[in-house]
């Protein structure tokens, strides 16, 4: 055990041979750090102690009152492990360079743009990763101050680069890009404060919002706005004479899938009167009126599915 023989040097009784041997049994603990089976018994708060009771040493610092370990010692192996780390960090602590240390991690070292391998990865190429400041691909810091995270690269035969940017310009604020390079050139898409979307070309969507709220394509507006006008009334459309195929008083109903319009001019003497009911049951009436004139004519529009009939007409029309 090289730990110091507590003696009190009293310089009216220590003679200079007992304090040069006083002094050699300090140096040697301080210098084994108080090494031992046990605690010295002159430790205070602080005091820094290595026990090799067992193996591997323990390495303790004394608070005063209990011993707090700082890790492990391996004599034989010459390695150190910290109390209290994870097999992680530990493995981490025992690499014998900052090669081994990157290897460990997972991680790659980038050199200018030539990227390291790390054995093991499971896609056929390279990937790495890293933080700079500036345009990784021209170096230029065209505005404020920007932080880069940057991934780049080789899988399965294609060369792919991107990285997300984060901008600060005076007047402006923070915005965020995301640059992506591919086999058909560099593509940028900015975020701003605002929510404000740039990007370099039409943005692609799914071909049909699901809710209220998705965005929806150009295509997908125009089509709905094609169909809307394909079956409005009078698209496609032509006026015929249906007098020889309708009976007065019988219940006709619109089984197309547009809306027809009907126009009837009644008889010399009566008037034109007509009915319509959305559901069969119930009928609303239409034409006819006070003046011989005006009470001859009636026009009137039968949605999709709706039903409706006339009396005795000397003309029935309809745009169907």
């Known amino acids: 055990m090289t730990q110091y023989q507590n003696v009190t040097i009293d310089p009216t009784v220590t003679n200079g041979s007992q304090l040069a041997s006083n002094i050699n049994s300090w140096r040697e603990a301080t210098l ?34 209990n011993d707090a370990p700082l890790g492990e010692i391996d004599p034989a192996g010459h390695a150190f492990v910290s109390a209290g780390g994870t097999d992680f960090t530990n493995d981490l602590m025992t690499a014998a360079d900052s090669a081994a240390a990157r290897d460990k991690l997972g991680a ?34 065209s ?16 060369n792919y ?17 995301i640059v992506l390079i591919g086999d058909d050139g560099r593509k940028e898409f900015l975020f701003d404060q605002s929510g404000r979307l740039e990007t370099p070309g039409p943005l692609v969507l799914p071909a049909a919002p699901t809710a209220d709220l998705h ?18 009334l009078g698209v496609g459309q032509t006026w015929q004479e249906m007098k020889d195929e309708r009976t007065p008083g019988t219940v006709y109903q619109n089984t197309g899938d547009k809306p027809i319009m009907v126009y009837i ?56």
């Open 32 to 65: 084994s750090l108080h090494s031992g089976v046990a605690r010295p018994a002159y430790a205070t708060a602080g005091t820094m102690w290595i026990s090799t009771a067992s193996t591997p040493w323990k390495l303790y610092v004394f608070d005063g009152v």
């Open 108 to 141: 790659q070292k980038k050199i200018g743009y030539e990227p390291v391998d790390k054995a093991g990865d499971t896609a056929t190429g390279t990937i790495e990763s890293r933080m700079a400041l500036g345009d990784p691909e021209t170096g230029v810091r």
């Open 143 to 158: 505005i404020g101050n920007r932080v880069v995270l940057e991934g780049r690269g080789d899988v399965d035969g294609d």
């Open 161 to 177: 680069r991107g990285w997300l940017e984060v901008e600060e310009e005076v007047g402006v604020g923070a915005r965020m890009k």
């Open 215 to 232: 965005a929806a394509t150009k295509k997908y507006v125009d089509d709905a706005e094609a169909a809307a006008v394909e079956t409005g």
């Open 265 to 320: 001019f009644g008889s010399s003497t009566g008037y034109a009167y007509a009915s319509v009911s959305s559901d069969g049951v119930t009928y609303e009436a239409i034409g006819g009126g006070l003046s011989s004139e005006n009470g001859k004519r009636a026009y009137f529009i039968v949605p999709v599915g709706h039903y409706y009939r006339a009396g005795a007409v000397n003309s029935w029309l309809e745009l169907r």
